[in-house]
């Protein structure tokens, strides 16, 4: 949590600061706060990418916890999502904005520039989460090790071949399914 990685920072010793950016609960109080206001701007938002549906709003130097002397950087994030509903044979889409707000200590980088890396961080996690689920990597079979690392290699090559034939062999939709889809 944010309070964690705070006092982390905090009780440090050396001079270099633990930087950091995390994603924070929309439903603390801070944040909360923070995004009712940034709901209120209506003409400062400014999209993250060309062709992204997502837009920010940044804050420098805000104090989220009223204990804590530590000013921190908010960027809060406006993402639009399509919702369809079917309705007596009618199929109507709406359009819905999520907000969601981006905590961090890295204030030499753009806005846009945390924006990629906070979701960078997503690709990695879908890897482990593919590896764990559909190539059943949760479990090792064996107690020693040289065999859960030879087991783990194999999994590893397997993953490597099917992102491969993912990209390069099937159709474009089917590029970002999963195993158990395809």
């Avoid at 109507?92 to 924006?115: C, D, E, G, N």
């Avoid at 065999?147 to 783990?152: D, L, P, Q, T």
Wanted: proline share 1%.
């Amino acid at each position: 949590t944010i309070r964690q990685l705070l006092t982390t920072t905090k009780s440090s010793t050396s001079q270099a600061s633990l930087d950091f950016i995390i994603a924070a609960n929309p439903k603390a109080a801070g944040i909360k706060r923070l995004i009712e206001q940034a709901k209120q701007e209506k003409c400062a938002w400014k999209r993250c990418a060309k062709n992204e549906k997502s837009w920010f709003l940044n804050f420098s130097r805000v104090q989220i916890f009223s204990e804590d002397d530590i000013h921190l950087r908010v960027i809060v994030i406006k993402t639009e999502q399509r919702c369809r509903t079917s309705k007596k044979n009618r199929t109507v889409t709406r359009t819905k904005y999520r907000h969601y707000a981006l905590v961090t200590t890295l204030t030499h980088l753009s806005s846009q520039k945390i924006f990629k890396l906070y979701h960078q961080r997503q690709t990695i996690e879908l890897a482990f989460k593919e590896l764990k689920y559909q190539f059943h990597c949760g479990k090792m079979p064996s107690q020693q090790f040289r065999a859960n690392e030879g087991y783990f290699l194999l999994v590893c090559v397997a993953y490597n071949i099917f992102q491969s034939f993912k990209s390069h062999v099937l159709v474009k939709r089917y590029a970002t399914s999963s195993l158990l889809t395809i």
